[in-house]
DNA sequence: TCTGAAAGCACCGCCCT
DNA sequence: AGGGCGGTGCTTTCAGA
């Protein structure tokens, strides 16, 4: 476990609501200089706190407007790489959640109908050892940012 | 919905890869010239395709070790709302679903340890209107870049 | 570890095709 | 819509405290 000090924190903080905001534009806020922003922050990312950057898109304004989770079972047999595996080899599926207890993975799925959450839904059943599937459809959401 | 080109898909996959890469890093790759890139990154911002940039943190790396779903199920005069509210309120939860049937919703918790879930849990137990709920721990998981 | 300065680059607005 | 130029600001590195 990495430690970390209060202005770590908060440079994650601004970075986690803006991925691009610049150093110079933080160095104020924390009471440092840029080069001592510079070197906290690749200070996080060697020590692997930081993992990467990303741009957050809104699938829906692209047509991919329907979110589900689906829960799968499977025989006792089946191992968690397979399960994950043949999971994230179809396109919709944004995450996979392997689980203790039953189910035994939490699959998010992103679909652009009904007819192409069937399709994808009777893809994993197909794959692996499934014996069992409970769709939960998403009426809504929200993420910290 | 918004119309997107091939061009766009591929701006849109380099900055899922990376968030920070620059316009002059991209705009070879992508045959067309710097300002030309700036402008179709500009107009998907416009127009609410990309809705922001983020950094992404391994939290285990600062302790918060244990991930769950939480499964909630509420009376049925608990308003949507309501459920959302709640629940953002803890610091706890990552993100909130709200659910068409059976759970209402699912919740994502991120803490530092199983103490810390047992009082997480006890917390979303008390608020609103929650009838049930059910747990399931997070053994694994996997995102889509 | 921080600061400050200098050099290299990217960004961004403007004009042109 | 894309290309190119120039001013401005940011990043990055290095010396010094």
């Known amino acids: ?84 595996r043949t999971a994230y080899k179809t396109a919709e599926v944004q995450a996979v959640f392997t689980i203790a207890g039953a189910p035994d993975s939490l699959v998010h799925v992103r679909v652009r109908d009904i007819g192409h959450l069937q399709h994808v839904i009777d893809g994993l059943r197909r794959t692996g050892n499934v014996t069992g599937t409970k769709t939960l459809m998403i009426l809504g959401s929200w993420t910290r940012n």
């Open 1 to 84: 476990m990495t430690e970390i000090d209060d202005v770590d924190h908060q440079l994650l903080r601004m970075l986690r609501e803006d991925g691009r905001r610049t150093f110079s534009e933080m160095a104020p806020e924390v009471g440092l200089s840029v080069a001592a922003v510079k070197r906290r922050v690749d200070r996080l990312r060697q020590s692997g706190v930081i993992t990467g950057f990303t741009v957050q898109v809104d699938h829906s304004k692209l047509g991919w407007s329907i979110e589900a989770f689906v829960e799968l079972t499977y025989t006792g047999t089946t191992p968690v790489g397979e399960i994950v």
